[in-house]
């Protein structure tokens, strides 16, 4: 189950140079500066961009290869850029149906189901014109999804979407990629998004691939550590008490923490959840303190340090059972803590910073 | 007013417009497909000849098509249709290739990625959005091929009921000092123009259909 991509694409600064492996599965996300390249390796994999010589394999389907290329509609790729693109000739209806009805049997994501997630029901009649940026955004992502893809390609969809929306979205395409197995590969600028949903992550800089890997370890090795300063950590839901309604205890390297209940989630005991922790929402002490607000403390054992972007902050690598965290803290309070790898330290995490990205993992 | 020999030449004018336009239509679409999507280094090269008769009198294409079709269509409807398509095309292409670059490559794209063929997105999706520049192109080559002289007069002559068009008949009648018969037919043609070049511009002022953007 993977993707395989392998071109070369002279662009006006540098070439896109890209010979690469990636799993045909969960969301695998493309991060970099702009003008790095993303879009155009975007639209070489859906073979919107013939390049002479390039090889797109996906599964057992062969896109291309120096003697066959397989065109763009018969690829089922879902494409969902920036600009939502909807038929200006056509109500957001016939937008939809255009996908649907050129699908082939039988349709996973259902008619009914694909609007009702979108909330597109108030404005099925309606030209693309008479909708708001956010709206007809969302009216293309849906478009891309009727149409039964078997691979999302997203290039910042949600751009023009409000926080809330966005959020909403971003779950979404987590349910998609589980539920109905629909693999993505998804660039956007909203790096927390990106590295907290995706399962995968590939960094392109000038045309170059320069990192790429399980999001969770990416995020621990140069250069992302140092320019994203997040870890992503999978914790595990633990049965509540009686009566403790509105929190939630979670098991992370078999120590507890405990954050709030977040509202808009139903969790079973024993899930995997993913939490995003920036850098900047964890503190160091050497010993557990009694009177701080901050309740979650964790154990845990230095093993790097690197510059932060300020020149008088640094990253602190810590390693918690088989899972790695980084601390944002001052260059001072290294030296007065008499921190070096190896030290054992207690990380507090800042629990109200954690609920609201807490997800559902695989 | 109209003497039958005037009625036979504004049906041979007619029937030429007609089937120009229909031959352009179709040959100038892929030829201006190609012109506004192309990267090639030979697109200024192709631009240019498809430009030429704009600014070639009449009577160098007319001799060398008449020298080209000399064994076979010279002085036949067939030959002035040719002559005709030759010089009209700049007329066909432009239109069109100023509405697909309008339209760019993205809608192409787009219906693609829903599973639409070729022939499915060039009529969902390029006739739609370019019919602007459909209506110009046909109507221009229309009008255009109205008001020919020099081409025709070279490579059809003037046979009536064959190759004898309006422009040709009011020339031989005012050869034939029949200046009356020239003037209904002049002013009928002054007429047409005006009216058809109205609603050519009348088009052309209406802000065209924007992909994603506001009709």
């Known amino acids: 189950m993977s993707l395989t991509v392998k071109c070369q694409l002279p662009l ?69 850029f920036q600009q939502p693109s909807l038929f200006p000739h056509l109500t957001v209806e ?14 996973t994501l259902g008619w009914d189901e694909v609007i009702a997630d979108c909330g597109l029901t108030p404005m099925l009649g309606q030209y693309p014109a008479q909708l708001s940026g956010g709206q007809q955004q969302r009216v ?114 078999e120590q507890s923490i405990t954050l709030p209940r977040p509202q808009s989630h139903e969790l079973e005991t024993s899930t995997p959840v993913r939490l995003r922790i920036f850098a900047r929402d964890v503190s160091l002490t050497r010993e557990f303190v009694s009177d701080s607000s901050i309740q979650n403390q964790l154990a845990a054992e230095v093993v790097d340090s690197f510059p932060a972007r300020h020149p008088a902050e640094c990253i602190v690598q810590l390693r918690l059972g088989d899972q790695y965290l980084l601390a944002l803290i001052t260059k001072a309070s290294w030296q007065r803590l008499g921190l070096q790898t190896g030290s054992r330290v207690i990380a507090h995490l800042k629990a109200a910073a954690l609920h609201e990205t807490l997800r559902e993992t695989l | 007013m109209l003497q039958a020999s005037d009625w036979q030449a504004i049906s041979v004018t007619l029937q030429l417009a007609g089937v120009t336009t229909l031959v352009l239509l179709l040959l ?63 007329f066909a292409v432009q239109p069109l290739s100023e509405s697909f670059r309008a339209m760019g490559p993205r809608p192409l794209a787009i219906a693609a990625s829903l599973g639409a063929g070729r022939w499915d997105q060039f009529k969902t999706v390029v006739f739609p959005l370019c019919r602007g520049g459909f209506v110009v192109a046909a109507t221009l080559v229309f009008a255009h091929t109205l008001g020919e002289f020099g081409v025709i007069l070279m490579i059809g002559g003037s046979i009536p009921g ?17 200046y009356e018969a020239a003037h209904t037919l002049s002013l009928g043609m002054i007429f047409v123009a005006l009216l058809v070049l109205s609603v050519v511009y009348g088009r052309w002022s209406r802000s065209p259909l924007q992909f994603g953007g506001r009709s």
């Open chain 1, 12 to 80: 006006r600064h540098f070439v896109l140079a890209v010979d690469v492996r990636l799993p045909a599965q969960g969301i695998t996300a493309i991060v970099g500066p702009s003008g790095s390249g993303k879009t155009s390796l975007l639209e070489v994999i859906a073979g919107i961009r013939q390049l002479p010589g390039a090889t797109i394999q996906f599964q057992d389907q062969c896109w291309q290869a120096p003697a066959t290329f397989s065109p763009l509609h018969q690829r089922r790729i879902g494409l969902v």
């Open chain 1, 94 to 107: 016939e937008n939809l149906r255009y996908g649907w009805q050129r699908a082939s049997q039988p349709k």
């Open chain 1, 140 to 253: 293309a992502f849906a478009r891309a999804l009727l149409a039964q893809p078997q691979l999302l390609i997203l290039d910042e969809p949600f751009s023009a979407l409000d926080d809330d929306a966005r959020e909403y979205f971003v779950s979404y395409l987590q349910q998609l990629a589980q539920r109905h197995q629909l693999p993505m590969i998804w660039v956007s600028h909203q790096l927390g998004d990106v590295a907290q949903v995706s399962d995968y992550l590939v960094q392109l800089h000038d045309g170059h691939v320069v990192a790429h890997g399980p999001t969770v370890s990416a995020l621990q090795s140069e250069p992302l550590r140092s320019k994203l300063a997040l870890s992503v950590v999978v914790a595990e839901a633990q049965p509540e008490p009686a009566g403790q309604l509105d929190t939630l205890r979670l098991t992370l390297a």
């Open chain 2, 28 to 90: 100038a679409t892929p030829i201006a497909w190609w012109l506004a999507f192309s990267h090639s280094r030979w697109r200024p090269v192709v631009q240019a000849l498809v430009a030429m008769p704009l600014v070639l009198p009449p009577t160098v294409l007319g001799f060398y098509l008449l020298l080209l079709l000399s064994q076979s269509f010279a002085f036949t409807f067939t030959g002035i249709v040719i002559g005709s398509v030759v010089y009209s095309l700049p």
């Open chain 2, 162 to 178: 064959e190759t004898q068009v309006l422009s040709v008949l009011i020339y031989d009648h005012t050869e034939a000092l029949n």
